[in-house]
Every structure is written in structure tokens, then in C-alpha cells.
């Protein structure tokens, strides 16, 4: 149990484009999911907290206009990537939980903007 | 605030060798503690975590973590690695009755034949 999954894998867009990322907990209702952003060879950075209809909280210094996220559903959250540059080009990764315990976690999305 | 100190950022070892993976960590309150493990190009694996209770804590394939309050740490190990086991391992650390983890660096474990 207890199974994340990230749509896309792997996603190749233009500067400018939007890009909208699906975390979905399969086989669990996730009461909170969070996203992840990281770069190679670096830890995990923690960008935002959703709960369930309300609004995501975002850490410091993570624009959330650039950084839009959804979480419609007990299943279902989306960050979308506006007007992506280069520079977003990253390997973002969500998670879902349950309770206060345990984080489980998606395979990821490598995104690269051209 | 918490922190999260891996030291090593790599390990090489051989297979069938002991490991240990340091994880050293900074809280004013009581954590929960994690290590992940995260295979290329895939996202992490909850490897154990430590809640409450006994101080040392295994995992179905070996690992095996013991927390340690005085000296702040949860070191993992594994008495025998196998190829198998190469990845990046990293130590997350959470405050209990929130949900926000903080992770280390990571330390990368290559096993060699």
C-alpha cells in the first residue's frame, strides 16, 4: 500500500511554456501532499505544502506565481510550472501523507526547458 | 530550527563489507527520524524511521538504524552490502506533531565486486 504516483516521468517543453505536473496517492487518501524540488547531486528542497482545499503554503523564497499548485482532491495535486525557463529545468518529486507519521513518496518528474 | 548533517557525501565500498552511512542531526525539540533511499533517476523510498520505542530499528532488507539522543545521531548500517544496494541514501528528520521533513545532503553508497 501506499503507492505515489508523478505525471509525466520525463517532460521536454520550450522557455515560456507552461507545464503542469499530477501527483496522485493510488491507493490511499493523502490529507497533505508536498512538493520537492532537486537539483543533481543535492538534497531534496522543500517548495510547498498543500492540504486538501485550501491553499498551498509555499516556503520562503518559492514564488508561487511561478509555482502554482492544486490540490483538488484527496487524491490529486497538481503543480503547474509557469512560463518555464532553463533555469526551472529540475527534477521535482511530490509526496503524500496520510498522517503525521510517514511521507511516501512519487517517482519524480524530470522536467527540462529549452 | 532543524538541520540535518550527513557528512559523507560518498561511500565506496565493497560488496559483502560492513557500512555505515552517518547522520547526525540538530533539534531543540523532539523528531521523528528517516533514512530514504532513492535509486536512479526514481524518487525516495522510506528505508525505516524511527517513531518511539526501541532505539534501534531495522528494515526488511537489512539496514538497520539505532538512535541515539545524547550524541544526536542515527547512523545506519548494514552488516554485508550487496551491488544491489548502490544509491543515494539520505536522513530526514521531522518535529513531531508537524510535517515539514528536513533532509541531509545525501551520501552516495557504490558497491564494487
Known amino acids: 500500500g501506499a503507492v505515489v504516483s508523478q505525471h509525466p516521468s520525463r517532460v521536454i517543453c520550450k522557455s515560456g511554456t507552461s507545464v503542469k505536473i499530477e501527483c496522485r496517492s493510488l491507493?490511499?487518501?493523502?490529507?497533505?501532499m508536498f512538493w520537492y524540488r532537486q537539483f543533481p547531486k543535492k538534497s531534496l528542497m522543500l517548495m510547498a505544502t498543500?492540504?486538501?482545499?485550501?491553499?498551498?503554503?509555499?516556503e520562503q523564497g518559492v514564488e508561487k506565481d511561478k509555482f502554482l499548485i492544486n490540490h483538488a482532491s484527496l487524491t490529486l495535486s497538481t503543480l503547474t510550472v509557469t512560463s518555464a525557463h532553463p533555469e526551472d529545468s529540475s527534477f521535482y518529486i511530490c509526496?503524500?501523507?496520510?498522517?503525521?507519521?510517514?511521507?511516501?513518496f512519487g517517482p519524480g518528474t524530470r522536467l527540462l526547458v529549452l | 530550527a532543524q538541520s540535518v548533517t550527513q557528512l559523507d557525501s560518498q561511500v565506496p565500498v565493497f560488496e559483502e563489507a560492513p557500512v555505515e552511512l552517518r547522520c547526525n542531526y540538530s533539534?531543540?525539540?523532539?523528531?521523528?527520524l528517516f533514512w530514504y533511499v532513492q535509486y536512479p533517476n526514481q524518487g525516495l523510498q522510506l528505508l525505516l524511521k524511527?517513531?518511539?520505542?526501541?532505539?534501534l530499528v531495522e528494515s526488511i532488507n537489512g539496514f538497520e538504524a539505532e538512535f541515539n539522543k545524547s550524541q544526536t545521531s542515527f547512523h545506519l548500517r548494514k552488516p554485508s552490502v550487496h551491488i544491489s544496494d548502490t544509491a543515494e541514501y539520505f536522513c530526514?528528520?521531522?518535529?513531531?506533531?508537524?510535517?515539514?521533513?528536513?533532509f541531509g545532503t545525501g551520501t552516495r553508497l557504490l558497491v564494487s565486486p
Open positions: 509526496s503524500a501523507s496520510r498522517s503525521e507519521e510517514t511521507q511516501y
Open positions: 533539534s531543540s525539540v523532539s523528531v521523528y
Open positions: 530526514a528528520v521531522r518535529v513531531t506533531g508537524f510535517q515539514k521533513l528536513v
Open positions: 491507493d490511499f487518501q493523502a490529507t497533505t
Open positions: 498543500s492540504n486538501e482545499g485550501s491553499k498551498a503554503t509555499y
Open positions: 524511527y517513531l518511539s520505542g526501541s532505539t
